[in-house]
Nanobody, 125 residues
Framework: QPQLVESGGGLVQPGGSLRLSCTAS????????IGWFRQFPGKERERVSC????????QYIEAVLDRFTISRDNAKNTVYLDLNRLKPEDTAVYYC??????????????????WGQGTQVTVSG
C-alpha cells in the first residue's frame, strides 16, 4: 500500500524556520518525483516545490525561492522541505505528493499518484 507521511509542521514566529519531512513506503521511491504543495483556507492546493527522483532537478515557485529548500534521501525514502525566513502568508497545510517518472509530469501537469495527509504550518507572532 503506497503511503506518504508528512511531519514537522507547527507554530513558528515570523522569520523562523521549520523542516518538513515526507517519508514514503510501498512504492519504488527513487523512481518518483516528489513535490510539496500547500493549501490556504478556502483556496485550491498550489504547488510549492518539487524534486526529481535522482535529486538532480529542483523547482520552486517564486514566492518561496531563496527561502525554502527541497532535498531527498533515497536511502531513507524521505524528502525534506526546509522552510526559512517564514512569513505569515506561508501559513497553510503542506502536502507532499509523488508522481512516477519525470518531474515535469508533477510540476507542469499536476498529475499526482500519491498524496500525504498534510501537516499544518502556522506562522504567527
Amino acid at each position: 500500500q503506497p503511503q506518504l507521511v508528512e511531519s514537522g509542521g507547527g507554530l513558528v514566529q515570523p522569520g523562523g524556520s521549520l523542516r518538513l519531512s515526507c517519508t514514503a513506503s510501498g512504492f519504488a521511491f527513487d523512481s518518483y518525483a516528489i513535490g510539496w504543495f500547500r493549501q490556504f483556507p478556502g483556496k485550491e492546493r498550489e504547488r510549492v516545490s518539487c524534486i526529481s527522483g535522482s535529486a538532480d532537478t529542483t523547482q520552486y515557485i517564486e514566492a518561496v525561492l531563496d527561502r525554502f529548500t527541497i532535498s531527498r534521501d533515497n536511502a531513507k525514502n524521505t524528502v525534506y522541505l526546509d522552510l526559512n525566513r517564514l512569513k505569515p502568508e506561508d501559513t497553510a497545510v503542506y502536502y507532499c505528493a509523488a508522481t512516477r517518472g519525470y518531474w515535469q509530469r508533477l510540476w507542469y501537469t499536476g498529475r499526482v499518484e500519491h498524496w500525504g495527509q498534510g501537516t499544518q504550518v502556522t506562522v504567527s507572532g
